[in-house]
């Protein structure tokens, strides 16, 4: 919940308007929607991780779990990605 609106203009150049508008898109999100998005996650937050739950939580609020839908099986996913990265710049044997 964003509690109360307050309505702001901000002035954009052309091609940073235009970057923003297409991400916005490319989310789901209508144009100030992404920037809430944008300012909420670059102030500091007092609250802090503390456990797997917590941070969890920050994954949901941020529209993070379930933003991946071409991942079926996230275990099985991380898996190969850590193989991947344990064998990155081994040479294969033959």
Do not use: K
Request: some cysteine.
């Amino acid at each position: 919940m964003r509690g109360q609106i307050m309505p702001q203009t901000v002035e954009l150049p052309d091609d940073l308007a235009d970057a923003l508008t297409d991400e916005a898109s490319r989310l789901g999100l209508s144009l100030p929607d992404y920037a809430v998005r944008l300012l909420t996650a670059a102030r500091p937050s007092a609250a802090s991780v503390r456990c797997g739950a917590d941070l969890v939580a920050f994954w949901r609020a941020e529209g993070l779990v379930g933003s991946r839908p071409d991942i079926a099986e996230s275990q099985s996913e991380a898996r190969r990605l850590r193989n991947q990265a344990q064998h990155r710049g081994s040479t294969p044997t033959s």
